[in-house]
């Protein structure tokens, strides 16, 4: 009887299989992390835009306050620019910020890099566009009109997962009257 040799080792079968498996191995949990990954620049673009939404908010506020120290029987300051469709813009980095109309539609904010302010005049364009809208509301406690209006604030972005937006609300008073 002849003995036949048993070879040692792996067929090329049995290497593809092995080489598919590990191949699967690796690819299948690194694809599941980069999907997760995904949302992570639409949640970062979400909290910019809030901030940039609350800022604007905040601008409209000291706009406000200062108009009604310089002169406390004034009441509120004229916010009509604010009360058209397209809404207006305040660039919060300005000295003295005012309310802008929009031409239409409003311009997307700046970020300027070398000092980390987003703004209207310097930087390179991001893609928020933050809009105002104000509105006269109808407080009259001391009999005297224009005590109340509401502002709202609207920060817009395209985004990968569809268009993004943020909006806040709030209402300003002529608090030197009550």
């Known amino acids: 009887m002849q003995q036949f040799k048993q070879n040692r080792g792996f067929s090329l079968m049995e290497t593809l299989v092995a080489i598919t498996l590990l191949v699967f191995g690796i690819v299948g949990p690194l694809t599941i992390a980069q999907m997760g990954l995904k949302p992570f620049s639409h949640i970062r673009d979400r909290i910019t835009a ?6 604007g908010l905040e601008t409209v506020k000291n706009i406000r306050g200062s108009a009604l120290i310089q002169d406390p029987n ?4 004229s916010f009509v620019p604010c009360q058209a469709a397209t809404g ?3 660039d919060a980095t300005a000295a003295s ?4 109309i929009c031409p239409g539609a409003c311009p997307n904010i700046k ?3 070398s000092t980390g302010n987003y703004n209207y005049s310097v930087g390179v364009n991001t893609v928020f566009i933050r809009k105002i809208f104000i509105s006269s509301g109808n407080l009259n406690v001391s009999g ?3 005590e109340e209006a509401t502002v709202t604030v609207r920060v817009d972005w395209p985004s990968r997962f ?3 937006s943020v909006e806040f609300s709030s209402y300003i008073t002529d608090w030197f009257r009550f």
């Not at 809030?50 to 800022?55: D, K, M, V, Y």
């Not at 004034?74 to 300051?77: A, C, D, E, K, T």
């Not at 910020?97 to 802008?100: A, G, K």
């Open 74 to 77: 004034s009441g509120l300051p």
């Open 88 to 90: 207006c813009y305040v």
């Open 97 to 100: 910020p005012v309310l802008i």
């Open 144 to 146: 005297a009109s224009g």
């Open 50 to 55: 809030e901030f940039l939404a609350a800022e």
């Open 111 to 113: 970020y300027d890099s």
């Open 162 to 164: 569809g268009a993004g």
